[in-house]
């Protein structure tokens, strides 16, 4: 019946939020009882003060929270009592707190305060009756009457049926999605949700029942038949159609198949063309780097001998300027021999006219002593 949303996951744990909205859904939507039915605030002239002070008017849910608060389920503002952020009476506001998890504690007294009507008797009743809960005492004081006779019911009670026979109530401790979905179901809701459920199927045989008939007179009438005939015809004529059409595409691809592998063809011829080319152009290339190996060792006995020529050259310019020097210097030896030999010459034509004086002195002397 769409109270809880598809994607939920059961073993997650819920929020006061989503309880909230699933309880206020399910109520509006099952209970027939007018006293006990909640109407989402939406619906309710004149309400203008917040219930909470943590929910305000632009919350998604603002409108079954409040519904709540103003059914009297969860103590709120409009109460005219405050209390603190933890639950107990103080000077500050009154909070939800919607995004909490919701205790054991709230998920059967919310439930119970909407399922069970007050009896005059019923305080007097709790008060002989024991309780089956170990830990009992741990209720909050504040816990409606519709907590306490939800306990009296025992095994058809809504916390037997969502908890088990469990001897401690455990009030504090935070609930799953699927307790809350089990704690939705039961009560007085058990049996709405059976009577909606038997509705849905009555409809839904009602309506099998007139496809029936209707199925049954179509048959009876011939329509169907002649319009599965008219169909058949039809999807027979397109069948046709549709195998001229496949016939026609398939010749089309066979020549198309056909121009493809000639071109394919041509296309091997022009790759071992240009496969040839690119051999060419290797050996070429090839040649060209044997060749430039070639200039290389060339060039290289070319520099060395090159350097060996400036080496001779260089050698024969120093012997060149030696042989130069010895030029000069015999030159000038041969100058200084000449100048010498013109010495002695006149040196010895000198010696040879003083050798005539002297033999003319000598050979006059001797005359003079002769005489």
């Not at 519904?67 to 603190?84: D, M, N, R, T």
């Not at 500050?92 to 069970?116: C, T």
């Not at 020529?309 to 000449?338: F, H, M, V, Y």
Request: proline share 2%.
């Amino acid at each position: 019946m769409q109270i809880i949303e598809e994607d939920v996951n059961a073993d997650e744990l819920c929020t006061r939020r989503e309880y909230a909205r699933w309880l206020v859904r399910i109520n509006s939507l099952l209970e027939r009882n007018p006293k006990l039915r909640i109407v989402p605030s939406k619906s309710l002239s004149g309400t203008v003060v917040a219930a909470f002070n943590d929910v305000d008017v632009e919350d998604p849910d603002i409108e079954s929270i409040q519904a709540l608060a103003e059914a009297g389920v969860i103590p709120s503002q409009l109460l005219g009592k405050h209390y603190g952020s933890n639950g107990s009476k103080g000077q500050g506001g009154i909070y939800f707190f919607p995004e909490r998890f919701i205790s054991r504690y709230d998920l059967i007294n919310w439930k119970a305060q909407v399922d069970y009507e007050v009896k005059p008797d019923i305080v007097e009743q709790i008060s002989r009756t024991k309780m089956s809960y170990m830990d009992v005492r741990e209720i909050n004081s504040e816990a409606s009457l519709g907590l306490f006779m939800d306990m009296l019911a025992g095994e058809k009670s809504i916390a037997r049926r969502v908890f088990g026979q469990s001897k401690r109530f455990q009030p504090n401790k935070p609930s799953t999605k699927a307790q809350a979905a089990v704690a939705l179901t039961s009560g007085r809701m058990a049996k709405a949700i059976s009577n909606e459920l038997s509705r849905l199927e009555a409809e839904r045989s009602s309506r099998q029942a007139e496809m029936a008939e209707i199925r049954s007179q179509l048959f009876d009438s011939g329509d169907i038949q002649r319009w599965w005939d008219k169909k058949f015809s039809e999807e027979r004529a397109r069948g046709f159609e549709v195998e001229k059409l496949y016939i026609a595409a398939r010749c089309d691809l066979e020549e198309e198949l056909i121009v493809q592998e000639k071109n394919y063809a041509e296309d091997l011829k022009e790759k071992a063309a240009m496969d040839c080319q690119r051999q060419l152009l290797l050996n070429l290339k090839d040649e060209v780097d044997e060749m430039s190996g070639r200039l290389e060792s060339e060039r290289a006995t070319y520099v060395v001998e090159k350097c060996a020529l400036q080496d001779t050259l260089s050698d024969l310019q120093t012997k060149l300027e030696g042989l130069l020097d010895t030029k000069s210097r015999s030159e000038a030896e041969k100058e200084a021999l000449r100048i010498l030999r013109s010495w002695v010459e006149d040196e010895a034509r000198k010696s040879q006219a003083r050798a005539k004086v002297l033999e003319e002195v000598t050979r006059r002397w001797r005359w003079g002593n002769h005489a």
